[in-house]
């Protein structure tokens, strides 16, 4: 029974790391089990019976084998719902979806493996305790998840803290693997003092005092840094933000140009209040235009959209474009754009989507998996654009200074922390126009009053707005937000375009918000989300979730309890910052160091075994 005991605890550490990411369990609420994230205090503890049973390996390939259990249940657990994309769209048979989930399990479960062992191999050759080295092991494997064979970054362990803001902070100086580390951190430590009580050995004192002080000084920085944004975001200009969520099930998308009347019937009436409403943006989400639109298209005026009164237009569109090869071969491109409008729907510049999603816009040894196309046949195979690119325009430029409303417009310092004077209001199709009603601040967030003095900004309303425009799967990748971050000009707002609708009512909407929350917070930016079928969001610079956030919509109409849950449209006041983090400004100087901290740590163990090798 005991030789079970370490393979029974790997498996254990797992899925209890699992519970502190954000979860909706299929056989229970449709809904997130844990919205306030309490279950994210597990993450601290978690790692521990892994790490044990680890410890109590005979070689390296045996803590690989049980680290690879651990990272088999936390993925299994974790990510699950990705077959149902496969199976409820691709029309894939369950047991090859099952297949295809195991693969991509597998392939992130390697990095835990790898982990593991390696952290065994220097305990073993160098006698350095896990303490020291496993957070800085951990740390380089999560930043190659995010290169090798293209990258899939998801579950990092840094994302089980996007809820507890003060933690969460830290991804500002260095990004999501320093929020990882510092969780390896805790839970090895407490692996390291239960070992020693039970081998009789001293408690590790400094081990526990400098973990101690490194969470009171994590929690010291978080909280100085929250005061010090919310007062940033009291001072800024604010941007009125227009969010249209249709609220369709990925079966009418994938039929689009079928069921174009009646996708641009859920969009557009939102998108006429939204313009009425006062709002300088209008966003909609990812690939939404139900038409293929020429990559050079310069204007949408000839087509079914109606003119705007004063807002602009940040619209989701599939470019389509035939050309031919070398050889005279017929050759297509594909490409995933949002465009910028202007009120009269005139092209102002476009982003293309440079992260594809594998088997989803494009299929990976696809010689060897081409079967895999009909996943989603409408996009693959399409291509990545060439880099990021900062869209801008002037609010109200070109429009009557007095809205449809019929009112003057007043863009104000303030409006972007504490007032939030249109945040919250949902529509529906068939409602009125939203009436801009003062609400509430976020909570927790303090109110202005309680702020310190805000700081002064150069950034005026009159200022053209930069949008940095993450479409889906970018937003997963903390390089492509450093890039941007980079760009001249410098972008105040991030834009996160998405269709969730492939996940049905599962954890990944959820855990797809909590990894755009940790962007907000590494690029000290807001982030505007529109999803096709939630979740819909104003994500703050601190990471909050702003006031009135559309949940999921009927992305399953068997399971939906409202099947015909109506469109609708969330109105914000975005703040505009400007200004780097130091995650920005250095990117992944933390995660590259671990990494050549670990080789240099690996090697030494290599060559301090063979020399005891040689001298036996």
Not at 16 to 33: K, N
Not at 258 to 267: F, G, K, P, Q
Not at 611 to 616: D, E, L, V
Request: aromatic share 8%; with cysteine.
């Amino acid at each position: 029974m005991k030789r079970f005991l370490p393979w029974a605890a790997a498996a254990a550490s797992g899925v209890s790391m699992a519970l502190a990411l954000p979860l909706a369990l299929p056989l229970g609420s449709l809904r997130e089990v844990d919205p306030a994230g309490r279950l994210e205090a597990i993450a601290w503890v978690a790692l521990v019976p892994a790490i044990l049973a680890v410890r109590g390996a005979r070689s390296w390939r045996g803590a690989a084998l049980r680290g690879l259990v651990a990272g088999v249940a936390f993925f299994y657990a974790a990510i699950w719902w990705v077959s149902h994309a496969m199976t409820a769209f691709g029309g894939l048979p369950g047991w090859l979806a099952f297949v295809a989930l195991t693969l991509l399990v597998l392939y992130m479960a390697v990095h835990w493996a790898a982990a593991f062992a390696i952290s065994w191999k220097i305990r073993d050759g160098l006698g350095w305790p896990m303490t020291v080295h496993l957070p800085v092991v951990w740390a380089a494997l999560e930043l190659s998840r995010n290169y090798l064979l293209t990258g899939f970054p998801w579950a990092n362990l840094g994302y089980t803290q996007a809820r507890t803001l003060p933690v969460a902070q830290l991804a500002a100086l260095g990004g999501v693997y320093a929020i990882a580390a510092l969780i390896v951190l805790v839970n090895a430590v407490l692996a390291e003092a239960i070992a020693a009580r039970r081998e009789g050995r001293p408690l590790p004192w400094r081990a526990l005092a400098a973990a101690a002080a490194l969470l009171v000084a994590t929690g010291v920085h978080g909280a100085l840094r929250l005061r010090a944004v919310r007062a940033r975001m009291a001072a800024a200009p604010a941007l009125a933000v227009g969010i249209v969520q249709p609220n369709l099930d990925q079966s009418v998308k994938n039929r689009m140009r079928d069921e174009a009347e009646y996708i641009l019937s859920r969009l557009v009436p939102l998108t006429l209040d939204a313009d009425r409403a006062g709002a300088d943006l209008v966003a909609w989400p990812e690939a939404t235009y139900p038409f293929y639109v020429p990559p050079a298209i310069r204007s949408f005026a000839q087509g079914n959209l109606p003119p705007l009164s004063h807002a602009h237009l940040l619209m989701g569109a599939v470019t389509y474009e035939r050309t031919r090869g070398p050889s005279g071969e017929p050759l297509r491109s594909i490409g995933n754009v949002d465009f910028l409008l202007s009120p009269s729907l005139q092209v102002l510049g476009k982003y293309q989507k440079q992260h594809l999603v594998p088997f989803g816009e494009y299929v990976p040894l696809h010689e060897y998996l081409g079967f895999l196309r009909q996943v989603v046949p409408s996009l693959a195979p399409a291509a990545p654009g060439r880099g990021p690119k900062v869209l801008e325009f002037t609010p109200g430029a070109g429009t009557d200074p007095v809205n449809a409303a019929g009112g003057e417009r007043e863009q104000r310092p303030g409006a972007g922390a504490g007032s939030f004077t249109f945040t919250g209001q949902a529509t529906s199709t068939s409602s009125s126009t939203p009436s801009p009603t003062p609400s509430p601040s976020p909570s927790p967030s303090p109110s202005p009053t309680s702020s310190p003095s805000p700081t002064s900004t150069s950034l005026a309303t009159s200022d053209p707005v930069r949008l940095a425009p993450m479409i889906c799967f970018d937003a997963i990748f903390p390089e492509i937000n450093v890039a941007f971050a980079r760009q001249k000009p410098e972008p105040e707002i991030l834009v996160n375009p998405t269709n969730d609708a492939w996940y049905g009512y599962s954890s990944g909407p959820y855990q797809f918000l909590a990894i755009v929350q940790l962007r907000a917070i590494e690029a000290g930016k807001a982030v505007v989300r529109p999803a096709f079928a939630g979740v819909s969001a104003v994500i703050l610079p601190t990471g909050e979730v702003a006031p009135g956030a559309l949940d999921v919509g009927p992305v399953d109409p068997d399971l939906a309890p409202d099947p015909g849950e109506p469109a609708k449209l969330l109105l914000a006041s975005v703040p505009r910052l400007r200004g780097l983090t130091p995650y920005t400004r250095f990117g992944d100087l933390f995660a590259w160091s671990c990494a050549a901290l670990a080789a240099a740590a690996l090697a030494a163990a290599v060559r301090a075994g063979r020399r005891r090798g040689a001298a036996a």
